[in-house]
Structure formats: structure tokens, C-alpha cells
């Protein structure tokens, strides 16, 4: 079983800045990707970032150039740097890990850790 525990949200106006954490334990032979997605009233779940075990990133379209995933693969840690935010990203930012147990492959998510900016 693996678990993910999120921190780092909280409310911030327009423009300015968060970081979220995002630590993963358990017994599990590997993390593979890790990354955040969020969720907002009424909408979708959505990607936000996706990082490689090597280091490897994807980023939305609507996030590219202010924010930035990191990864500490020795702490099974990943990070979502966010700047300049918006009102429209608002919302509860889940992470999730995917890699392998013993036998099997697995994803695990986080509980979410809600982000507000407010205008």
C-alpha cells in the first residue's frame, strides 16, 4: 500500500505564489511518475504536471512558464512551485504516484489540498 500526503495550500491573492509538497511511503520497489492534477467546483479532474523518475516534465498549457515540478526522488518527494497564480486556478490540487510493488504496478493518490487565489 502506498500512501500520499499532500501539504502546502492554502489562499493567496492574484499573483502570488504557493508550494505544494506531496511525500509518498509505504512498501514499494519504485515510484515511476509523479505528478499533480486538480479539481475544481463543478469541473473535471485535469492534469497540472507529470514528472519522470529521471526528470522528465509535462506541464498543461495553462500553467506552463509559472509553474515549475520538482522531484527529491531520495525523500519519494514531489513538489508544484506556482507562480504568478490566477483566480482560475482555484482549486483542490491532487498528487499521484505511479510505479511498482513487488508484483503488480500501482497509482495512489493523494487527499487533495485545496489552493484558493483570490482577485
Known amino acids: 500500500q502506498v500512501q500520499l500526503v499532500e501539504s502546502g495550500g492554502g489562499l493567496v491573492q492574484a499573483g502570488g505564489s504557493l508550494r505544494l509538497s506531496c511525500a509518498a511511503s509505504?512498501?514499494?520497489?519504485?515510484?515511476?511518475?509523479m505528478g499533480w492534477y486538480r479539481q475544481a467546483p463543478g469541473k473535471e479532474r485535469e492534469l497540472v504536471a507529470t514528472?519522470?523518475?529521471?526528470?522528465?516534465?509535462k506541464y498543461a498549457d495553462s500553467v506552463k512558464g509559472r509553474f515549475t515540478i520538482s522531484r527529491d526522488n531520495a525523500k519519494n518527494t514531489v513538489y508544484l512551485t506556482m507562480n504568478s497564480l490566477k483566480p482560475e486556478d482555484t482549486a483542490v490540487y491532487y498528487c499521484?504516484?505511479?510505479?511498482?510493488?513487488?508484483?503488480?504496478?500501482?497509482?495512489?493518490w493523494g487527499q487533495g489540498t485545496q489552493v484558493t487565489v483570490s482577485s
Open positions: 509505504g512498501s514499494f520497489f519504485s515510484i515511476n511518475v
Open positions: 499521484n504516484a505511479e510505479g511498482r510493488l513487488v508484483l503488480q504496478g500501482f497509482s495512489s
Open positions: 514528472i519522470s523518475s529521471g526528470g522528465g516534465t
